[in-house]
């Protein structure tokens, strides 16, 4: 990456970065430099935890099943780090809904089961992963965590291999 480059992804004057060259921050200059800038730039424009809340509780801010699947399968293939979603399935600040939901995305993307702080009860109505009707699916970590319905997997490889439906 370029020292303009960095200007315009930190907003940090070139003279401080020449500054960074020549001083102690040397290591952190030559870690920037090596960096790709739109990998950089990606990284930095990825989703954070109140991004990720959003998508659980989505019933509050969401309409469009296609609008949801677009945020979602970006936030999964954006190499952030699958633990998010363990802490947030441990977040009692939000919904049960929202933690199954949370629980069923670390074990969707890491095969690892969750143990939820409250028990799922079978005789309260199924919460589907997308809140707008889609029909049951057979999904086996969906239906552990009391989802009806789970990701629509020939949907998500199709968003993975091109970035759109």
Request: charged content about 30%; cysteine-free.
């Amino acid at each position: 990456m370029t020292q303009q480059e960095m200007h315009e992804l930190f907003d940090v004057d070139t003279r401080t970065l020449r500054n960074w060259k020549k001083s102690k921050r040397s290591k952190l200059f030559n870690l920037l430099e090596t960096l790709d800038f739109h990998e950089a730039k990606t990284l930095l424009e990825s989703h954070d935890n109140e991004d990720l809340k959003r998508l659980l509780e989505n019933e509050h801010y969401f309409d469009n099943g296609r609008e949801f699947e677009k945020e979602l399968y970006k936030a999964l293939v954006s190499h952030r780090d699958s633990k998010n979603w363990l802490t947030l399935a441990k977040d009692t600040s939000l919904s049960k809904n929202a933690r199954m939901r949370a629980a069923y995305l670390y074990t969707f993307l890491t095969n690892k089961l969750v143990k939820l702080g409250f028990k799922v009860n079978s005789d309260e109505p199924e919460v589907s992963f997308f809140y707008k009707t889609r029909p049951s699916s057979s999904n086996e970590f969906a239906n552990m965590y009391g989802l009806k319905n789970g990701i629509d997997m020939m949907r998500f490889n199709q968003f993975k291999m091109t970035g759109s439906f």
